[in-house]
RNA sequence: GGUGGAUUCGUCUAACGGUUAGGACUCAAGAUUUUCAUUCUUGCAAUAGGGGUUCGAUUCCCCUAUCCACUACCA
């Protein structure tokens, strides 16, 4: 068999925002794309149209773009989102409402083949058959254990079921699950893997009511048609796998079947079950990678508005359930390409940790250049009402940028560059503007006022030889500037402040404290 | 309940059957610093339990426990 060309796909169900998890199984397919030379397709499967919800589809494709995962096929394309396939677009559409045509002639091949059959029952009388069963302390299963009793082309003549076909609108196609086979699957992840027939049931594969596949059939009749060549999904699907071969099977597709490869899940931070929604909200961090306002109004925060970077996010979830085998921890998409390996993804579902996405995201904000945070930062000053300029910032920045996580954290960290302080720390005041320091601290400030130069260099080495010149203590003077000039006792070295706010602020700040602040 | 999957520090994870079980995050301590932070150093901390196989199991097999997923005319 010739090698085929690497095509992977991302099928997620616009049903609501795309949830962090479904990023990474996003990002793992790319990265297995790239790095074969194949492609990375995009395909929505939007076939439950009970479900649709509004927007969501525009969300996943601005979320991926968000993170640079930019598919090379798909809905996102432009030109190539065409209604029907032709010579130019063979694997058209993407979007699994407007194959519908498609998918019915394979559901009635399989009946034709024998692999599938025409099911009647109405949900109601499934409804009532389970509830029967549970109360009876049993499951009720649509199989070869139940499939004689139950109404289909089965248990009907040819006649009836004709008749039925003609007549009724909710009738269904399921799957003929063969009795007492072992099917044997790998798994690229997971490894060697049977089931039993018997304890699969006969899944439902193609609904009259609204002309429309249910997953199974579509997914595989999809992934057949755009040759698919891998897939990797959540291990949600690991339970359907069997149901999957047996389809490729009962297709005559086994030559040409994906190699399958089963992610585990992300989990909740604390306690067990798989990450929700609710999780993000109750422990105070994102879930989805945008910010999302659901029909209702509800709304999720978002890695994006949270402030994280998406270099972060993405080197985040890329080590969240795999890792390159060396200590190496940071990964810019681009470095993720080749060292990426399906075989080096854990099988264990890894919980998320808040702690460690912040660090990431730290290690990426001081990646960046102080003019770039500057331009990010200006933004947020000016909704403060702060008039400033973008060369001053970058001074600011460059003074505290190590000590932030997101660029959220500058204000809190620099607001007295840009505004005096207002209240001062008591303890901080308790501390050190005590009656006996007050003079010391009058006189080096007069002392600093008339330095020629207010570079930091000069301030700080006249202002450190006057204290020792003078036999002063330097803890006391230099604590007691600090809590004039920034109300606290935090921030970079006095020498920084003062020079970075000039002389006129210095000098307003020192004759501030002193008319207002009455000594401990 | 049934079927499948999983199980190494609190968390993410490393370790062709042979390591003092390594790294990162968190936390703690120390050093540096005029403060806070940074930085540096050090430390705390794990193979779920029980049986095998083996000269030797984190690693292979079985059992148990726990967790997760699936068990829809949803994906």
Redesign the pocket.
């Known amino acids: 068999m010739q090698k085929r060309e690497t095509r992977v796909r991302f099928?997620?169900?616009p049903?609501g925002p795309l949830h962090m998890g479904g990023v990474r199984t996003a990002l793992y397919n790319y990265l297995f794309a790239k790095q074969n030379g194949g492609k990375f397709i995009l395909r929505i499967?939007d076939?439950?149209s009970?479900?649709f919800v509004p927007g969501a589809e525009a969300y996943i494709i601005e979320a991926l773009r968000w993170c640079g995962i930019y598919p090379d096929e798909g809905v996102n394309l432009e030109g190539q989102v065409v209604e029907v396939a032709d010579a130019q677009h063979p694997h058209a559409p993407y979007r699994q409402s407007q194959r519908k045509p498609i998918y019915r002639q394979y559901a009635e091949q399989l009946v034709a083949n024998g692999f599938a059959y025409y099911a009647f029952?109405?949900?109601e009388d499934?409804d009532r058959l389970?509830k029967e069963a549970e109360a009876a302390g049993k499951?009720?299963?649509?199989n070869q254990a139940t499939r004689d009793t139950l109404t289909n082309s089965l248990t009907l003549s040819e006649e009836e079921t004709k008749r039925r076909l003609e007549t009724e609108n909710?009738?269904?196609i399921r799957f003929k699950m063969p009795v007492n086979r072992v099917v044997a699957m790998d798994d690229l992840i997971?490894?060697h893997?049977?089931?039993?027939t018997d304890?699969l049931?006969d899944?439902?594969l193609w609904?009259?009511?609204d002309q429309?596949?249910?997953?199974?059939l579509?997914n595989i009749v999809d992934d057949h048609l755009m040759e698919i060549t891998e897939v990797i999904r959540g291990?949600?699907?690991?339970?359907?796998l069997p149901l999957h071969y047996l389809l490729y099977e009962a297709f005559g597709w086994q030559d040409t079947q994906p190699r399958f490869a089963h992610l585990?899940?992300l989990?909740k931070?604390d306690g067990?079950?798989?990450l929700s929604k609710r999780d993000g909200d109750r422990l105070g961090f994102p879930v989805f990678p945008l910010r999302w306002e659901a029909p209702s109004g509800e709304v999720s925060r978002g890695y994006r508005e949270d402030g994280y970077y998406p270099e972060a996010f993405v080197n985040l979830l890329a080590?969240?359930?795999?890792?390159p085998?060396t200590?190496q921890?940071l990964f810019t998409l681009e470095e993720l390409v080749p060292v990426f390996s399906l075989d080096?993804i854990?099988?264990?579902?890894?919980?998320?940790?808040a702690?460690?996405a912040k660090?990431f995201n730290q290690e990426y904000l001081r990646k960046r250049s102080d003019r770039q945070l500057a331009e990010e930062f200006l933004p947020i000053l000016e909704e403060r009402g702060i008039a400033t300029n973008l060369d001053f910032v970058e001074n600011v920045v460059g003074l505290i940028k190590?000590?932030a996580h997101f660029v959220q954290d500058f204000w809190e960290l620099s607001s007295f560059f840009f505004e005096a302080p207002t209240t001062y720390d008591p303890q901080t005041v308790n501390k050190f503007w005590k009656a006996d320091n007050l003079p010391l601290l009058k006189q080096t400030a007069a002392f600093v006022q008339q330095l020629p130069d207010f570079s930091k260099a000069a301030v700080?080495e006249q202002l450190h030889n006057y204290v020792v010149e003078n036999s002063m203590p330097?803890?006391k003077v230099?604590?007691g500037l600090?809590l004039m000039l920034v109300g606290a006792?935090?921030?970079?070295?006095?020498?920084d402040i003062i020079a970075t706010i000039g002389r006129e602020a210095f000098t307003e700040r020192v004759e501030r404290a002193f008319a207002t602040l009455n000594p401990a």
């Open positions: 099928a997620p169900s049903t499967e076939t439950d009970q479900r029952d109405s949900a499934l389970r499951t009720f299963t649509y909710h009738w269904t997971r490894g893997i049977e089931v039993n304890t049931d899944k439902v609904k009259a009511a429309l596949p249910t997953y199974h579509a291990e949600e699907w690991l339970p359907s585990s899940l989990l931070p067990k079950g798989k080590l969240l359930g795999w890792n085998g200590e921890e080096r854990v099988k264990s579902g890894a919980k998320f940790n702690d460690k660090w190590e000590r700080e330097m803890g230099m604590n600090r006792s935090k921030g970079p070295g006095v020498a």
